[in-house]
């Protein structure tokens, strides 16, 4: 492959990527903009809604981002190197159980602590006896979003160690 034609692909990649970011930012705020005129900006359910999915994204963020970017990718890429890609899978497929079982063992004990967990974090002289309770019915509820969410960066991680990147047209 020349270097042009690899700058080009990387150009492309990276123009797809940002396109694909930007969308989504877009219909993020789409989102939050119909959420707000459903439910208002300061209503118990828009504050309970936003408290619990921002909770449980946080979780997301601490339980698995910081695993896959500083250990899980470059331990699958030595190895696939090492190895060879039947090890590799091996490793991956082991990785995909373990980070499976995990979530479901994390989700069931956020769903089980959500009432002190919710508790702790947003109660408040703002906060009613009603709004706790309707954010820990919403915690509970988007906390098995986790397992999802573990799976999906597993085999993302699985795929960016192999170098797959770009977006392929059927």
Not at 112 to 140: D, F, H, K, M
């Amino acid at each position: 492959m020349t270097s042009q034609v690899k700058e080009k692909s990387l150009f492309t990649t990276v123009g797809m990527m940002m396109m694909i970011a930007l969308t989504g930012k877009v219909m993020g705020l789409l989102r939050d903009r119909m959420f707000g005129s459903y439910f208002g900006t300061d209503t118990m359910e828009a504050i309970a809604f936003t408290n619990a999915s921002a909770l449980s994204r946080n979780f997301l963020d601490v339980a698995f981002a910081a695993v896959f970017s500083a250990a899980f990718i470059p331990v699958f890429s030595k190895h696939l190197e090492a190895k060879g890609r039947e090890a590799a899978f091996d490793l991956g497929a082991r990785f995909v159980a373990i980070i499976g079982l995990l979530a479901m063992a994390f989700t069931v004990i956020c769903v089980i602590l959500a009432a002190p967990i919710y508790t702790l974090l947003y109660q408040g002289e703002n906060t009613t006896p009603e709004n706790l309770e309707l954010g820990i019915s919403l915690l509970r509820v988007i906390f098995p979003m986790l397992i999802l969410s573990g799976l999906a960066f597993s085999f993302a991680g699985i795929l960016q160690s192999m170098g797959q990147f770009n977006i392929h047209p059927l």
